[in-house]
């Protein structure tokens, strides 16, 4: 995935929006990227699933920074990180599994369904 000159302002701005939205909601981060980068990169990307691969390699620091924040500012529920941190951590292992496994089609539809089915239990 070779970037051009032209993409690194826009992916510049990703970024700083991904970032502004996971400090500021905890979430949406991941989903501003994926969205952005699949469509910037639609056409210079081989395999699209990379897109999903290279959200998660941003959310983690990302995610890791946030949480620091919650924690210093008292926001953190430790008591419910201690019990969602093990199985967390094995569902990102069998998603990660699994993320070969699927056709890019399939997980585009399952992207949009998550999405879809959060927006609206958000808005109800």
């Given at each position: 995935?070779?970037?051009?000159?032209?993409?690194?302002?826009?992916?510049?701005?990703?970024?700083?929006?991904?970032?502004?939205?996971?400090?500021?909601?905890?979430?949406?981060?991941?989903?501003?990227?994926?969205?952005g980068?699949?469509?910037?990169?639609?056409?210079?990307?081989?395999?699209?699933?990379?897109?999903?691969?290279?959200?998660?390699?941003?959310?983690?620091?990302?995610?890791?920074?946030?949480?620091?924040?919650?924690?210093?500012?008292?926001?953190?529920?430790?008591?419910?990180?201690?019990?969602?941190?093990?199985?967390?951590?094995?569902?990102?292992?069998?998603?990660?599994?699994?993320?070969r496994?699927?056709?890019?089609?399939?997980?585009?539809?399952?992207?949009?369904?998550?999405?879809?089915?959060?927006?609206?239990?958000?808005?109800?």
């Open positions: 995935m070779k970037l051009f000159f032209s993409q690194i302002f826009p992916i510049l701005a990703i970024g700083l929006c991904a970032g502004f939205l996971n400090g500021l909601l905890g979430a949406g981060g991941g989903i501003l990227i994926v969205f980068l699949g469509i910037l990169l639609r056409d210079r990307i081989a395999d699209p699933r990379s897109v999903f691969a290279s959200a998660i390699a941003v959310m983690l620091p990302l995610s890791v920074l946030s949480a620091i924040q919650y924690f210093r500012h008292g926001s953190l529920d430790t008591n419910a990180l201690v019990w969602l941190i093990l199985p967390a951590i094995a569902g990102g292992a069998l998603g990660g599994l699994l993320l496994r699927l056709s890019p089609a399939a997980l585009s539809r399952l992207f949009a369904a998550v999405v879809l089915i959060s927006g609206i239990v958000l808005v109800v």
